[in-house]
């Protein structure tokens, strides 16, 4: 049982890049999310999906887009990178929304 | 609005010592979890906790959800506790429902 795995751990890109960022996870969940986490500050929540086939945005969407083929997996992708999403992405799962959520490892990515 | 505020932003205790981190929210929830996160970065579940009282060795957490508050008792503090702590909850409306909120979090470090 590997819980939740992130891929890349490290990144850097160019502005205008586009890439994606792999998330996994084998515990059935549901719920997945994906959230940013900038110096001195709390996660923000930027996308999420209650099971496959259904997304939303979260507080911080612009620049991201995300979709949900299978139960396991949960990509983000960056369209188009900028230096202001310079940051380290974490991934997370869950049953659903009010249950215990479990955090992948994180990716730390650097936009120049 | 939304809010999550954790106190204090910083603390620094001798090992040995004992502390309290307070959480206050600004509605009623229905998930709220403290997590550490270790000087490696990696976010570490400690409780799901949204009502009541949890103990797990040194560490204690009650919610008091009717006055919208929790707190994260730390007792017999080792190095090993550095690092940042957080608080995070998903509120119990419909415009919020699935989003996970984070407070700042409270820096921790314990020297020896």
């Known amino acids: 049982n590997a819980g939740v795995t992130q891929t890349p751990k490290f990144q850097v890109l160019k502005t205008g890049q586009s890439m994606t960022l792999q998330c996994a996870q084998d515990m059935n969940h549901e719920y997945m999310s994906w959230y940013r986490q900038d110096p001195g500050m709390g996660l923000r929540l930027i996308h999420y999906s209650v099971g496959a086939g259904i997304t939303d945005q979260g507080e911080v969407p612009n620049g991201y887009n995300v979709s949900r083929s299978t139960t396991e997996d949960f990509p983000l992708r960056l369209l188009s990178a900028a230096p202001s999403q310079t940051s380290v992405y974490f991934c997370?799962?869950?049953?659903?929304?009010?249950?215990?959520?479990?955090f992948g490892p994180g990716t730390r990515l650097l936009v120049l | 609005g939304i809010q999550v505020e954790q106190s204090p932003p910083d603390l620094i205790l001798q090992e040995g010592a004992n502390s309290t981190l307070r959480c206050n929210f600004s509605d009623s929830v229905n998930n709220l979890q403290w997590f550490h996160q270790n000087p490696w970065g990696q976010l570490i579940n400690l409780f799901y906790i949204p009502s009541g009282t949890k103990q797990n060795g040194r560490l204690s957490a009650t919610t008091v959800a009717t006055e919208r508050y929790s707190l994260l008792y730390i007792s017999s503090s080792q190095t090993t506790d550095s690092g940042v702590y957080f608080c995070?909850?998903?509120?119990?409306?419909?415009?919020?429902?699935?989003?996970?909120?984070f407070g700042r979090g409270t820096q921790l470090t314990v020297w020896p």
């Open positions: 995070a909850v998903v509120f119990d409306r419909g415009s919020t429902l699935g989003r996970l909120y």
């Open positions: 997370a799962s869950s049953y659903s929304s009010w249950e215990t959520q479990y």
